[in-house]
């Protein structure tokens, strides 16, 4: 089976700027979340999405956006990009079959994306 | 809320030496824990995870990982360091009484294995 894919794998854009970034699951996930990884801040939880819904938003501005496709297929959108936005950003997908927490992420390998 | 604290950003262990990485976590309900190991320039691949079944949890790569709730810790160990082990280590716990994917992660360990 297919990992998590993630495209592109490296973006380089300008101050101002809005950017796409795609996530591809594994076949038959129906959760898909959103991370970013900075050496600062370590590893954050952008939100989550299930059924075509975000059912969990992390602390992030609203310039920070996703959606889920019918085929489960995500995309996060972030506009009017900052240099503090310089990261790589992972895409997990889990099955989502539980009732509470505690499915297993699997991740991508990541967008790194360079704000100058 | 939850949280995950990682004692140590950096660990060192010789060739064959036991490799020890401390994870504590804060969580009001039972939590969901897991381990996962990044190599440079790629994602996050799962090593174990938690989930009460059993308090010894193994894993991938001869790694494994002990619950402990009196101590609230999640200690990922392997008993022989080998060269390929050299990568950042993240703890993470997941809320357990929501349903949700959402992971908060600790601030990651980087183990470096010497010859």
């Known amino acids: 089976k297919a990992g998590v894919t993630q495209t592109p794998r490296y973006l380089i854009k300008t101050r101002g700027q809005q950017v796409t970034l795609s996530c591809s699951p594994i076949s038959g996930h129906r959760s898909v979340s959103w991370y970013q990884q900075t050496p600062g801040q370590g590893l954050q939880f952008l939100f989550e999405?299930?059924?075509?819904?975000?059912?969990n938003k992390g602390n992030f501005p609203g310039r920070f956006s996703g959606r889920q496709f019918s085929n489960s297929r995500s995309e996060m959108n972030v506009s009017t990009l900052e240099l503090g936005d310089s990261a790589l950003y992972l895409c997990a997908s889990s099955l989502a079959l539980a009732l509470t927490g505690g499915d297993t992420q699997y991740f991508g390998p990541g967008t790194r994306l360079t704000v100058l | 809320a939850q949280s995950v604290t990682q004692l140590g950003s950096h660990v060192s262990v010789s060739e064959g030496a036991l490799v020890l990485l401390r994870c504590n976590y804060s969580?009001?309900?039972?939590?969901?824990l897991f381990w996962y190991v990044q190599y440079p320039n790629q994602g996050l691949q799962l090593l174990l995870k938690y989930t009460s079944a059993a308090t010894l949890v193994k894993g991938i790569n001869g790694f494994e990982a002990e619950f402990k709730k009196s101590e609230t810790s999640f200690h990922l160990t392997k008993p022989s360091a080998h060269m390929s082990d050299a990568a950042e280590y993240f703890c993470a716990v997941s809320d357990g009484s929501s349903n949700t994917g959402k992971l908060i992660f600790g601030q990651g360990t980087t183990l470096q294995v010497k010859p």
């Open positions: 969580s009001s309900v039972p939590p969901y």
């Open positions: 999405y299930f059924s075509e819904t975000q059912r």
